[in-house]
Structure formats: C-alpha cells, structure tokens
Nanobody, 126 residues
Framework: EVQLVESGGGLVQSGGSLRLSCAAS????????IVWFRQAPTKDREGVRE????????????HYTDSVKGRFTISIDNAKNTVYLQMNSLNVEDTAVYYC???????????????WGSGTLVTVSS
C-alpha cells in the first residue's frame, strides 16, 4: 500500500522558514515524481489546489512555480524515501495546507497525481 505522510507544518512569522517532509512508502518503482501542492483556506469554498514544486525521484530534476522560485527548495533523500520542501522568506500568501502527491511525472495538474498525503498546515503570520 502506497503511503505519503507529510510533516513539518506549523505557525511561523512572515520572513521565517519551515521545512516540510514527505515520507513515501509502498512504491513498487523508484521512478516517479513527487509534487507539493498547496490549498489556501477560503471562507466560502475550497481554494484552488496549486502546484508549488516537483522533483523526479529517478533523476532529481526539479520544478517550481513562479511565486516560490528563489525561496523554496525541493530535495530528496532516496535512502530515507523522503522528499523535503525547504521554505524560506515565507509571507502570508504562503499560508495553506500543503500536500505531497505522487504521480508518473511532474505536472501542476492535480488530476495527474495518483497518490496523495493528508496534508500539513502552514500558517504565516504578519
């Protein structure tokens, strides 16, 4: 059974840093992509699930959405089957539930993901 477990979320002040972890288990292949998505809380409806960063487990190619380039860094520890998202210079717009998801290749389309974690909340205060 494939499992993705996120951790590392919490409350941080604007300008601060957090490191999220995504521990993966149960994969039969070592060639897949891990994508970090985030979903900001809204009053009236669920926010759009936005792709933030992606890494390919086989060749470690990385991708970032424009709003986090230069601030976020994705990395992988293959020995631990864990993907990290180092988030620096956080601002209030980064407040969201962060999910890691796994699929056959990097994409910002959440429909292209096969497996999802349950998410970890990141709250950035001003």
């Amino acid at each position: 059974e494939v499992q993705l477990v996120e951790s590392g979320g919490g409350l941080v002040q604007s300008g601060g840093s957090l490191r999220l972890s995504c521990a993966a288990s149960g994969f039969s292949s070592d060639d897949y992509a891990i994508v970090w998505f985030r979903q900001a809380p809204t009053k009236d409806r669920e926010g759009v699930r936005e792709g933030v960063s992606c890494i390919s487990t086989s060749h470690s190619a990385t991708h970032y959405t424009d709003s986090v380039k230069g601030r976020f860094t994705i990395s992988i520890d293959n020995a631990k089957n864990t993907v990290y998202l180092q988030m620096n210079s956080l601002n209030v717009e980064d407040t969201a539930v962060y999910y890691c998801a796994a699929g056959p290749f990097c994409t910002w389309s959440w429909g292209g993901m096969t497996y999802w974690g349950s998410g970890t909340l990141v709250t950035v205060s001003s």
